[in-house]
């Protein structure tokens, strides 16, 4: 089945710099790859996603990359501020298929310092 | 905010006892899941629903239960065969397999 790998589990950066997050699938099938923010005590809300069709995707400081042939997709975040700190998750499926289920990374703790 | 409810937002259990988690969603959709969430091990999937009366097994699904009698709802029990419990139990759904997921609120279970 598959795998999510995710890196670093722990990120700081100081306010104004850039943060960049990573994960790795295991299924070539795999063609949808959303991110989650989740702040502290509060439910995972989709921040940004991309299909196998493409190979990136921006939505103003945010942006995520695709590597399929390396199956590694990555997470950008630009011009980071202070309410920037959360956990990120990645996650891959096989969107539409029978067997279609959203599998998740370990999570990244971002800390973005004032 | 949300479309997709859990209840309660506290449980408390004793050792041996079963409990049920409520996830209702009023969004339409055919698809619900159940995510477990312990620190440090992000969210791992207990089980998984695509249609009504049907589920299957997700990474984790020893020791727990699911009925899909309605698609608004999707309750998971947690048995005591489950060993260890104390978690933060989130249910998501989403409009097809593996599409986006709106997730609930969450309850966090203790074992006391």
């Known amino acids: 089945g598959e795998n999510v790998e995710q890196h670093p589990s722990t990120l700081s950066v100081q306010e104004g710099d850039s943060a960049v997050i990573k994960c790795t699938y295991s299924?070539?099938?795999?063609?949808?790859f959303p991110w989650y923010k989740q702040e502290l005590g509060k439910r995972p809300q989709l921040i940004i996603d991309?299909?196998?069709?493409?190979g990136e995707k921006k939505d103003q400081r945010i942006a995520v990359t695709l590597n399929k042939t390396a199956k590694h997709f990555s997470l950008h975040i630009t011009e980071t501020q202070p309410e920037d700190s959360a956990v990120y998750f990645c996650a891959a499926s096989i969107a539409s298929s029978n067997t279609g289920k959203l599998i998740f990374g370990q999570g990244t703790t971002l800390q973005v310092k004032p | 905010d949300g479309g997709i409810t859990q209840s309660p937002k506290y449980l408390f259990r004793k050792e041996g006892q079963n409990v049920t988690l409520s996830c209702e969603q009023n969004?339409?959709?055919?698809?619900m899941y159940w995510y477990r969430q312990d620190p440090g091990q992000g969210l791992r999937l207990i089980y998984y629903?695509?249609?009504?009366?049907?589920?299957q097994k997700g990474d984790i699904a020893e020791g727990y239960s699911v009925s899909r009698e309605k698609k608004e709802s999707f309750p998971l029990t947690v048995t005591s065969a489950q060993k260890n419990p104390t978690a933060f139990y989130l249910c998501?759904?989403?409009?097809?397999?593996?599409?986006?997921?709106?997730f609930g609120q969450g309850t966090r279970l203790t074992v006391v």
């Open positions: 969004l339409n959709h055919d698809a």
């Open positions: 299924d070539s099938a795999s063609n949808y």
């Open positions: 991309i299909r196998s069709n493409v």
């Open positions: 629903s695509q249609i009504v009366n049907d589920f």
């Open positions: 998501a759904s989403s409009i097809s397999s593996g599409g986006e997921a709106f």
